[in-house]
């Protein structure tokens, strides 16, 4: 059994920063596993945010570009979203994915609000 846990979200005003973790028990050899993150605002389609490739390649989303930095620590089995200059068109609901071929993880998801 695989589970993941997202943390970190909350209420911020335009322009500041959060920081999204995504922690992974269970029987899950981490390191081997990709990861991302996704966001689905209300109305719309889940959309893809960022991903992490289990060797440390990164791919962003156009609008995330410049502002969102994606990582992870393969000894803590987490994988983060630091999020900078945070706008209210970002506010969603985000979720951590961990996969490798079919095989996908996806976690409860945190609530980011970006309003002042």
């Known amino acids: 059994q695989v589970q993941l846990v997202e943390s970190g979200g909350g209420l911020v005003q335009p322009g500041g920063s959060l920081r999204l973790s995504c922690a992974a028990a269970?029987?899950?050899?981490?390191?081997?596993?990709?990861a991302g993150w996704y966001r689905q605002a209300p109305g719309k389609q889940r959309e893809l945010v960022a991903i992490i490739s289990a060797g440390g390649r990164t791919n962003y989303t156009d609008s995330v570009k410049g502002r969102f930095t994606i990582s992870r620590e393969n000894a803590k089995n987490t994988v983060y979203l630091q999020m900078n200059s945070l706008k209210p068109e970002d506010t969603a609901v985000y979720y951590c994915?961990?996969?490798?071929?079919?095989?996908?993880?996806w976690g409860p998801g945190t609530q980011v609000t970006v309003s002042s």
């Open positions: 269970g029987r899950l050899f981490f390191r081997i596993h990709d």
């Open positions: 994915k961990v996969f490798r071929s079919v095989i996908e993880f």
